[in-house]
């Protein structure tokens, strides 16, 4: 699938979100690109309950609300994200445009890039089972992406977190027999989780172990079974067809390293009247950049966006003059935002 556009955005963190807003009152079209399943970065990945304290004019707000407004904020803007995909690739074409890839296959041809990749990308963290990589793919995953994939198999889910207890009542009703494995009796899963999943197992409607996998077997990526040794040191097999691991992510810059642009400490070095890299076209905004003074804070990285449109603007129309104005007084702005 290729698509046109006036900005492609490298992750949708804060600092990409609202920078969807800054783009979008100068007529710019974004679309975005995250490798999580949905928008909010570290805010909504790492600490979605904290409160924030230092976000101009809203002397408290948590992860998670501070993205839901930024959400409702660039609604008018009809942004498109494309979740769950990694950008990889990045290539000149000769136009003058980029045209950025991502692992699933869809292609953004666009005047503007935007890095908005924070610490770099969020990647799942893979459990130390030896010939693991052999199965990813195809019958291990590390996201549900469509739970009819799963539909009437039997699926191994290990971890102890939000994540592995969400998808093991989430995917009951759906595959054949679900087993959860932890390596111990306690969870870090919210509370009314663990209750509704120890309901099941006590219903004899799924299995819960506690042990580790220690080995898989299956062929030419297909799963049969796995072995796991379990807290009383007992080795044992189980017959599954999928297994989903939930260690948590680490975060990797990743494929921006790989696109020419100039990196300082895997950080991208930026001029600081626009935030353009050391490649015309190409901006780099939020945690990502690095620039004398500066300071990892969301508010910078609103402030950061904010002077990127301006630039951003002249590439998609160079032809035409930018007038500064206010949303408190410019009818057109209103206008764009739905408000007048
Ligand atoms: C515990 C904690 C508390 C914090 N508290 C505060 C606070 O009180 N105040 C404050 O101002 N800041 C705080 N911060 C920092 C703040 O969260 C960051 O400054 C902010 O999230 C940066 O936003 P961003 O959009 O630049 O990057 P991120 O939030 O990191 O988002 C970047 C996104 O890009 C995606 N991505 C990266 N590479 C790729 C790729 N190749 N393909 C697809 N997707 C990609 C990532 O998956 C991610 O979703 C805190 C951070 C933490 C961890």
Redesign the pocket.
Known sequence: MTIETDVAI????????FAVFELGLLDLKCHL????DR?????T???PE??????PGLPIVT?QELVNRLLEQIKPFDPQFHFG????ALEKLSDGRWKLK?DAGTEIVAPVIV????????QPKRPPVPGIEAYEGTSVHYAVRKMETFRDQNVLIVGGGDSALDWTLNLHPVAKRITLLHRRDEFRAAPHSVEQMRALVAGGKMDLRLGQVTSLAGTEGKLTGATIKGNDNNVTEIACDTMLPFFGLT?K????ANWGIALENNLVPVETSAFETNVSGIFA????NTYPGKL??????FHEGALMSQKAHRYVYPEKRLVFQYTTSSSSLQKKLGVS
């Open positions: 490298i992750g949708a963190g804060p600092i990409g979100l690109v995250d490798i999580l928008p909010g970065g570290q805010c990945e790492l600490y904290k409160p924030i304290y230092d976000i992860g995909e990694m950008a990889t991502t890095v908005g990749a924070g610490a770099g990308s969020f975060m810059l990743g494929p921006v905004i939020g945690d990502i990892k804070l969301i508010l910078c990285g």
